[in-house]
């Protein structure tokens, strides 16, 4: 089983300033017939399900904004928001879906400094 | 525009039953694995199950096996998620997620809340 790991739990960033998210995974999610990374990036709110954010490591998803990034390969992966606005207060997942049983991170509860 | 609806929560003691629905609409249903995801109060997400488009392969965590059972009736637009043999530890909110056609999960339910204690 692929186990996910975030780093940090927490992150606490000023209005404004870059936000950035790792995860790595404990075996490699590169799919290596497609060259595809199976990782994606979900979002969520409190009283809220996750939203999609990133698929493929690096696809945003439809509108999604532009400051939200995923780069990343094999088993390490970075969320970067380049300039973090009040609507981005939430909690962060990475997930892998290369193989079964799927798994999280255990979350990045990011707030503002 | 894409729906899923969970239903069938609720407060049930341990040991009990319960059955979840996931009811869809604004998809081609029969077309898409759907996934159950489940968050205890205050923690992070825990996949639960995924049954494929036609019901023929289903695949379950190490947590539940043995005590829940995935299955879907296309002609309802309906995943279901029999849970038997309840612990605390079952204590979620449980979301229903449709698989997209590159299979990561792309839409997901409100979620439905269930509570096991005594």
């Known amino acids: 089983d692929i186990v996910m790991t975030q780093s940090p739990d927490s992150l606490a960033v000023s209005l404004g300033e870059r936000a950035t998210i790792n995860c790595r995974s404990s075996q490699s999610v590169l799919y290596s017939s497609d060259n595809k990374n199976y990782l994606a990036w979900y979002q969520q709110k409190p009283g809220q399900p996750p939203k999609l954010l990133i698929y493929?490591?690096?696809t945003r998803e439809s509108g999604v904004p532009n400051r939200f990034s995923g780069s990343g390969s094999g088993t390490d992966f970075t969320l970067t928001i380049s300039s973090l606005q009040a609507e981005d207060v939430a909690v962060y997942y990475c997930h892998q879906y290369y193989s079964t049983p799927r798994s999280f991170g255990q979350g990045t509860k990011l707030e503002i400094k | 525009q894409v729906q899923l609806v969970e239903s069938g929560g609720g407060e049930v003691q341990p040991g009990r039953s319960l059955r979840l629905s996931c009811a869809a609409s604004g998809f081609t249903f029969s077309s898409h694995a759907i996934h159950w995801v489940r968050q205890a109060p205050g923690k992070g997400l825990e996949w639960v199950a995924v049954i494929s488009y036609d019901g023929s392969d289903k695949y379950y965590a190490d947590s539940v096996k043995g005590r829940f059972t995935i299955s879907r009736d296309n002609s309802k637009n309906t995943v279901y998620l029999q849970m038997n043999s309840l612990r605390d530890e079952d204590t979620a909110v449980y979301y229903c997620?449709?698989?997209?056609?590159?299979?990561?999960?792309?839409?997901w339910g409100q979620g439905t809340l269930v509570t096991v204690s005594s």
């Open positions: 997620a449709r698989e997209g056609i590159m299979y990561y999960c792309d839409f």
């Open positions: 493929w490591a690096s």
